[in-house]
């Protein structure tokens, strides 16, 4: 009798746990949001230590992050709403998210990398201000952009960024990427932008 007894409840756990396993799994989801081109821009530090705005692209389709000169840099700016509809529920947990952007060009063409910082933010993402230039980042991630980058869309991991918007309950996943100053080689990165969802910098955030 023990043993029937023994054998159902080992059966009844197996049908639990095989239960919660599918639950996890059909509770995952994923979800793809293009920046909003209005909210992104660059910002300029000009040799005349002035500050030039450029938000949105516009026609130039496209944003600069690094440094064209000594004293010339630029800081990009990347703006993804998290609410509505094909956005982050409050209340999710996030798994893993990814930042892609598409490469147009890296100058000078000698330059073989490019360390970068991505900052997460947290503001009124329009319209950008200069003080947004040099605001202190919520947190920072470090990586690179290549030479041979360009001409393809990269994908920054940036799960740790994302946990921490969710966290702080943030309306906006707001970056700013710019050269790690410290680089022994200055480099200018431009990153695509525009409304073509193959080249738009886009967010994907799997979670559950």
């Not at 040799?47 to 840099?73: H, K, L, M, W, Y």
């Not at 700013?176 to 932008?193: C, F, K, N, Y």
């Amino acid at each position: 009798m023990r043993k029937r007894l023994g054998m159902a409840f080992a059966i009844l756990l197996l049908l639990i746990l095989a239960g919660c396993g599918n639950d996890h799994h059909s509770s995952t989801f994923s979800t793809q949001i293009l920046s909003t081109l209005a909210n992104d821009g660059d910002i300029e530090l000009t040799p005349g230590n002035t500050f030039v705005v450029t938000q949105p692209p516009s026609g130039n389709q496209f944003i600069r992050a690094g440094f064209a000169g000594p004293t010339d840099e630029f800081r990009a700016f990347l703006d993804f709403n998290l609410t509505g509809a094909g956005g982050v529920p409050g209340s999710a947990i996030i798994d893993s998210a990814t930042l892609d952007i598409f490469i147009d060009a890296l100058s000078p063409s000698s330059t073989g990398s490019v360390p970068i910082f991505i900052d997460l933010l947290n503001f009124p993402p329009n319209p950008l201000l200069a003080s947004d230039f040099s605001t202190a980042p919520v947190l920072r991630k470090n990586s690179f952009v290549a030479q041979s980058d360009v001409g393809f869309n990269v994908r920054f991991d940036v799960t740790q960024l994302m946990q921490q918007a969710q966290l702080g309950q943030f309306p906006h996943f707001q970056v700013r990427i710019s050269q790690d100053p410290t680089a022994v080689a200055d480099g200018l990165v431009q990153i695509h932008e525009g409304t073509l969802s193959s080249l738009a910098p886009e967010l994907k955030v799997v979670y559950h």
